[in-house]
């Protein structure tokens, strides 16, 4: 999807806002984002700048698990192997649910899931045509629903994002779907099971990113659960000032972070009322003891009762923190240790 097409979408947006959100939006590869919203024009506008998905490397061969992904991933990003301590986290949070519907010649798989939380991964494949390293593909029309819908419960905000990643040693297609939500202040998690029925339609092709071809028309409805009960522990750090940029302006400024809580998947804090205007998303990043960089794949706002804004930040992939020397916000390091 186009930036233009992708910001035309939320029409409620006003135009000052669109323009800022224009400028900002750089990630989008061929993601298409779905929203909810139960927030305020000026949050939303800052939504659209964040959340996108980073585009990855398309045609790659590699494993076909969602572990298999983020090693990959990680590689690229770092230039570096997971460690022992880093692929342990990745497969204590990610479970297996092998669920199929065939369509046709098309047999679309949920294969696996990496759960934080206040997020997931999924990671699809499809087989029974020959997929080219020369094309992109996705399905016209992708739909998500889930049972219990944590954006329905209390001031929330969260969408998904739908990508190709490229495909595996055996020549499928893989897809990279993600579902991120924020709000609910200090509310207590749930930690049910998600009832998740993903419907996708008509499989797609194009080159260089435009999904122009159906390739082979039909729908997949998939029904399946996906479990909430190994959430990442998270560390609490006390509140800090540090140095962000105006969203509209770019003068930097002292804005205070309180009820920092950092974990494995991303990282929640809350800023003042009087901040709102602050993106505190350039320059996040988790720095290693061994020097390497993992930075942030987007996140949300969520106004609470009391005016302030919740944060709610994704890294690019999990993170094991006993690896973990500080994180940057702004010009800022917060040690972690």
Known sequence: MKETDFLSAFGEISEAYVETAAATVGKAGTASPRFKRKMTVLLVAAAVCLCLMGAAAVGVLYGDSIQ???????????????????????????????????EGDITVTVDSATVGDDTFYLLLRAEGVKFSSRYYYGFRDVLMELSPDPRDEGNTFGGYGFQYV??????AALFLMSFNYAGGGDAEKDTSPLQVTLTLRDLTRGPGGKREDVLASGEWALSFSVDRSRIPEAVTLPDTPVTLADLRTHAKASVWLRDIRVSSIGIRFRMDSASHSFTPSDGLRVILKNGAQV??????????DDASLE???LWQFPVDLDEAAYICIGDTRLPLS
């Open 166 to 171: 490229g495909r595996d040693g055996d020549g």
């Open 311 to 313: 944060w709610s930040f």
């Open 68 to 102: 298999s992904w983020f090693s990959h991933e990680w590689a690229l990003v770092t230039k570096r192997g997971m460690s022992e301590g880093q692929l342990a986290v990745v497969d204590h949070l990610s479970q297996d649910i092998n669920i199929s519907k065939t």
């Open 295 to 304: 930075g942030n794949d987007g996140g949300f706002g969520t106004p609470l």
